[in-house]
C-alpha cells in the first residue's frame, strides 16, 4: 500500500501564487508515476499533470505555462508549484501515484489518491 499526504493549500489572491507538495510513503517502490487532480464545486474532477520516468511531464491546456509539476531527488515528493492563479483554479487538488504514466494521466484504475487539499483564489 502506498499513502499519500498533501500540504501546502489555501487562500491566495488572484495572481498570486501556491506550492502544493505530496508526500508517499509504505510500498513506493511500484510508484513510476505521480500527479495531481482537481475538482471544483459542482464540477467533474480533471487532470492537471503528471510527473513521470525521467524528466518527463505533462499538463493539461489550462496547466501550461502557470503551472510547475516536479519530484525529489528520491522521487516521494511531488510537487505542484502554481503561478498566476485564476479564480477559476479555486478546487480541491489531489496528489495519485501509480506504476504506470498513461493511468495517471487518464485517472482511470489509478489505486493510490491523497485526501485532498484545498486551493482558494480570491480577492
Known amino acids: 500500500q502506498v499513502q499519500l499526504v498533501e500540504s501546502g493549500g489555501g487562500l491566495v489572491q488572484p495572481g498570486g501564487s501556491l506550492r502544493l507538495s505530496c508526500a508517499a510513503s509504505?510500498?513506493?517502490?511500484?510508484?513510476?508515476?505521480m500527479g495531481w487532480y482537481r475538482q471544483a464545486p459542482e464540477k467533474e474532477r480533471e487532470f492537471v499533470a503528471a510527473s513521470g520516468a525521467g524528466d518527463s511531464t505533462y499538463y493539461a491546456e489550462f496547466a501550461q505555462g502557470r503551472f510547475t509539476i516536479s519530484r525529489d531527488l528520491t522521487l516521494k515528493t511531488v510537487f505542484l508549484q502554481m503561478n498566476n492563479l485564476k479564480p477559476e483554479d479555486t478546487a480541491v487538488y489531489y496528489c495519485v501515484a501509480d506504476s504506470s504514466i498513461a493511468s495517471v494521466r487518464s485517472g482511470r484504475h489509478v489505486p493510490y489518491w491523497g485526501q485532498g487539499t484545498q486551493v482558494t483564489v480570491s480577492s
Open positions: 509504505g510500498s513506493i517502490f511500484s510508484i513510476h508515476a
